[in-house]
């Protein structure tokens, strides 16, 4: 049973832990924020498993749990959990996709393995199973109407988002003996893991983060191609766009320089910029 002690925790670990998402939440109407809260909620205890868990096979353990307690939920039987109790509630009420949720966890291995993604592609691949599921998930969520369009923004929005967090953390994940560049174009551009670890950018490296901010662009344009045929319902869930924008500039500023401090920083005007794009009925 869900209790509003439930409800307070996820809309608290949302807002300490993904405030660009609690952010977008705050434009969807009100009955749909305490289903984007739980699913937000829900993505927070699969992304943060590496970071609690170090050894993989720990980790693992902990994916399939939260397979179990999907499985569960859409049973009508989640454990004593207060994410789980919300997410179940969620897609009780919603009637969320469950291919949704099986292609998040599945990809969500790849964190284990702590290795780069062989290939641009590969990396691609798990931007659109991390991210992308968890867009059209919260389109579900705000009931918006399933069209070619939709989906073709849901896609583009969640492989632009992740391929901006994941540059934004490089120093982060370089620490924690993770990486997410891609390692054929990592060695393309000479750069090693070990020079990245060492904390220190390279005109390299530079260039490499800047051929997938370009990329991230490019998947932002695309989905802003078919503006006109998504509903405006869907906006909430969309926003993540114009958040990647303002992350991107700071990373133009910073000359594509992953460790530069203010790439770790909300961009400037974050919230106006969600209000104005918000009020113009763009993303």
Same mark, same amino acid.
């Given at each position: 049973m869900?209790?509003p002690?439930?409800?307070?925790?996820c809309k608290?670990?949302?807002r300490q832990?993904?405030q660009?998402r609690y952010l977008?939440?705050?434009f969807?109407p009100?009955?749909?924020?305490?289903?984007?809260?739980?699913?937000y909620?829900?993505?927070?205890e699969i992304?943060?498993?590496?970071e609690?868990?170090r050894e993989p096979?720990?980790g693992?353990i902990?994916?399939?749990?939260?397979r179990?307690?999907?499985?569960?939920a859409?049973?009508?039987?989640?454990? !004593?959990h207060?994410?789980?109790?919300?997410l179940?509630e969620?897609i009780?009420?919603?009637?969320?996709?469950r291919?949704?949720f099986?292609r998040?966890?599945?990809?969500?291995?790849?964190?284990?393995?702590?290795?780069?993604?062989?290939s641009?592609?590969e990396?691609k691949?798990y931007?659109?199973?991390?991210s992308?599921?968890?867009?059209r998930?919260?389109? !579900?969520?705000l009931g918006v109407p399933?069209n070619?369009?939709?989906e073709?923004a849901?896609l583009?929005?969640?492989?632009?988002?992740?391929?901006?967090?994941l540059?934004?953390?490089?120093?982060f994940h370089?620490?924690?003996?993770?990486?997410?560049?891609?390692?054929?174009?990592m060695?393309?551009a000479?750069v090693?893991v070990?020079?990245i670890r060492?904390?220190?950018?390279?005109p390299?490296?530079?260039g490499?983060?800047?051929s997938?901010?370009?990329?991230a662009?490019?998947?932002?344009?695309?989905?802003?191609q078919?503006?006109?045929e998504?509903?405006a319902?869907?906006r909430p869930a969309?926003l993540l766009?114009a958040l990647?924008?303002?992350?991107?500039?700071?990373l133009?500023?910073?000359?594509?320089?992953?460790?530069d401090?203010r790439?770790?920083k909300?961009?400037?005007?974050?919230?106006?910029?969600?209000?104005?794009?918000?009020r113009?009925?763009?993303?």
């Amino acid at each position: 049973m869900v209790t509003p002690g439930h409800l307070t925790y996820c809309k608290k670990r949302v807002r300490q832990f993904d405030q660009d998402r609690y952010l977008t939440a705050l434009f969807a109407p009100e009955e749909s924020r305490q289903g984007l809260y739980a699913l937000y909620a829900f993505n927070l205890e699969i992304a943060q498993i590496p970071e609690i868990a170090r050894e993989p096979l720990v980790g693992e353990i902990r994916l399939e749990w939260w397979r179990e307690t999907i499985a569960a939920a859409y049973e009508g039987t989640p454990p !004593e959990h207060a994410v789980a109790a919300c997410l179940a509630e969620t897609i009780r009420t919603h009637g969320l996709t469950r291919s949704c949720f099986d292609r998040l966890l599945d990809a969500r291995s790849f964190d284990q393995e702590r290795r780069p993604p062989a290939s641009a592609d590969e990396l691609k691949i798990y931007a659109e199973a991390t991210s992308s599921n968890l867009v059209r998930l919260a389109l !579900e969520v705000l009931g918006v109407p399933k069209n070619a369009a939709t989906e073709k923004a849901a896609l583009a929005i969640g492989v632009a988002w992740a391929l901006v967090g994941l540059l934004r953390a490089v120093p982060f994940h370089g620490r924690d003996e993770r990486l997410y560049l891609p390692r054929d174009l990592m060695e393309t551009a000479g750069v090693s893991v070990r020079q990245i670890r060492s904390g220190k950018s390279t005109p390299a490296l530079e260039g490499l983060v800047h051929s997938l901010a370009d990329e991230a662009r490019a998947c932002l344009r695309a989905a802003r191609q078919v503006a006109a045929e998504v509903p405006a319902t869907a906006r909430p869930a969309l926003l993540l766009g114009a958040l990647a924008d303002g992350h991107l500039g700071v990373l133009e500023k910073a000359g594509y320089n992953p460790f530069d401090p203010r790439v770790q920083k909300p961009p400037p005007f974050r919230e106006l910029r969600l209000w104005l794009r918000a009020r113009r009925g763009k993303y």
